[in-house]
């Protein structure tokens, strides 16, 4: 078993629509979370980042953290073509060197 | 403007030659990172540096070395030891200690000829 599940994909959803993006772990022990979106072809960039568990809200992206049922997701609102692209689920320990243990991703397509 | 620079952007490697990916950061972050990318998969950690001349072992380091000579540099080294080189490398830097987030570089693509 995987330490970090994702669903790989692909999502595909009409513009506007409320995207909702997943990631299960079994490392009670992880503090720190983050997503990252990857177009093809270039680095992740860091979109959201949280610690230990609740919700963060950062414009038309929102990222909660159940810890108790060792789950994270992502929410888009609005979804646009941009928004197109894989979204990588990250976590990690605390006490340790940042060492974070990624997910496989989800490709998403946003269509018109 | 601050950032993570890689290259090449696109690699090609014969079969048992060494190449070397390069990786410079202007961010002031004292930990750097190397991972490499497979289709499908997560972004798996070959080595990491948490200070100037001190590296550690990922989960994948075989067939790879890296230095740490500078604070900016983190160069690595794809030896002909490595039997499935072609990858996906991203090269990563953040704040040294626990949570400190991870900004990664363009990435370049090593394919064996």
């Known amino acids: 078993q995987k330490e970090v599940e994702q669903d790989p994909g692909p999502l595909s959803v009409p513009e506007g629509a409320i995207v909702s993006l997943n990631c299960t772990y079994s490392n009670s022990a992880f503090q720190y979370f983050m997503w990252y979106r990857q177009y093809s072809r270039k680095g992740p960039e860091l979109l959201m980042y949280t610690y230990s568990s609740g919700n963060k809200e950062d414009g038309r992206f929102t990222a909660q953290v159940d810890k108790s049922s060792k789950y994270i997701s992502l929410f888009i609102r609005d979804s646009q073509p941009s928004d197109s692209a894989t979204y990588l689920c990250?976590?990690?320990?605390?006490?340790?060197?940042?060492?974070?243990?990624f997910g496989a991703g989800t490709r998403l397509a946003v269509h018109p | 403007d601050g950032g993570i620079t890689q290259s090449p952007k696109y690699l090609f490697r014969k079969e048992g030659q060494n190449v070397t990916l390069s990786c410079e950061q202007n961010l002031n972050h004292d930990a750097m990172y190397w991972y490499r990318q497979d289709p499908g998969q997560g972004l798996r950690l070959i080595y990491y540096s948490q200070i100037v001349n001190d590296f550690q072992k990922g989960d994948i380091a075989e067939g790879y070395s890296v230095s740490r000579e500078k604070k900016e540099s983190f160069p690595l080294t794809v030896t002909s030891a490595q039997k499935n080189p072609t990858a996906f490398y991203l090269c990563?830097?953040?704040?040294?200690?626990?949570?400190?987030?991870?900004?990664f570089g363009p990435g370049t693509r090593l394919t064996v000829l």
């Open positions: 990250a976590m990690s320990l605390s006490g340790g060197y940042n060492k974070l243990i």
């Open positions: 990563a830097s953040s704040i040294a200690g626990d949570g400190g987030e991870q900004f």
